[in-house]
């Protein structure tokens, strides 16, 4: 079987002690405070950003990598390793660009090396998950092949849900989606949202009071699972109080067999606040 390196964005979401010891290649993002650009994950820490962010009279902008910054990692992949198989999967096409930048670093290379980009149509660990799974396939020796038909089914199965203090963020962000009509609800309406199978964030449901919302999330994963075992990884913007709540409440209703947990970057916290809490959740 030949080599198979993966590559992702920093949006993933993923720990950085995780990528480093499964050997996941990531092209960060950018964030920027007026003139002042940070890279994502690189450059500026959570913590750090989020109280710039608090600090700050104007929300942050964000921008992709661009193509060449993409054709770099894989010419160096490539040529480090004769015959290796590239997978390199990001953030949702339908709130970035990141994939089209992607896709078009590859095609740079012509016909230098075998490089599968990936549209996840998930933002965070919603495709973080679907990278590590890809990576611990590789260091397993699995095929391309093999590694792409597992990285459709788990795309196919995955459920996400998450919950914001506001949906401002997203509004004055631009990646409000289909959660529009939401948005101006009356007081203490907590809005359900999760990515559509195009990857835009849309509203599942509206429930009053943050304790019923998260009730309502857990509900709506026993629809999805039943008692069937899974896994779960809950993830913060920089408050994990809610997060580690509705994680605990997972925990006592479903069959939970492994669970993981992040902190949401600066990228998607840019755009979704501090203080949202998010739950990804796959069949084991």
């Known amino acids: 079987m030949g080599t198979v390196k993966i590559v992702t964005d920093s949006t993933s979401d993923i720990p950085r002690r995780v ?12 964030v920027m405070f007026g003139e002042q650009t940070y890279q994502d994950a690189v450059s500026i820490g959570n913590n750090e950003f ?30 480090q390793t004769p015959g290796v198989s590239v997978i390199s999967i990001h953030l949702s096409s339908a709130v970035s660009g990141t994939y089209q930048s992607a896709s078009l670093g590859a095609s740079l290379l012509e016909e230098e090396g075998d490089i599968t980009v990936i549209d996840s149509k998930s933002a965070s660990y ?5 990278v590590v799974k890809a990576a611990e396939m590789a260091a397993a020796g ?17 459920r996400l849900y998450f919950l914001v203090d506001t949906l ?11 959660a529009a009509a939401l948005f101006g609800s009356i007081l203490n309406v907590k809005p359900i949202l999760s990515l559509d199978d195009s990857g835009e964030v849309t509203a599942i449901d ?53 669970i993981k947990q992040t902190e949401i970057g600066a990228v998607i916290g840019t755009h979704v606040g501090p203080g949202t809490a998010a739950l990804f959740i796959n069949r084991v």
């Open 19 to 30: 990528r480093e010891q499964l050997g996941i290649d990531m092209v960060p993002l950018k």
């Open 168 to 178: 401002e963020y997203l509004k004055r962000g631009g990646r409000i989606g289909k």
């Open 206 to 258: 509206k429930v009053r009071g943050q304790k019923k919302a998260m009730q309502r999330v857990i509900d709506l994963f026993k629809q999805d699972f039943g008692n069937d075992p899974i896994e779960i990884m809950v993830a913060w913007a920089y408050k994990s109080d809610n997060a580690l709540e509705l994680a605990a409440l997972a925990q006592a209703q479903l069959n939970v067999r492994n």
């Open 50 to 79: 989020y109280e710039k962010m608090a600090a700050s009279q104007s929300l942050p902008t964000t921008s992709q990598p661009s193509p060449v910054e993409f054709m770099e990692v894989y010419s160096r992949l490539t040529k």
């Open 126 to 130: 919603g495709f973080g998950m679907l």
């Open 142 to 158: 699995s095929s391309k092949e093999e590694i792409l038909a597992e990285i459709d089914r788990l795309a196919k199965d995955r």
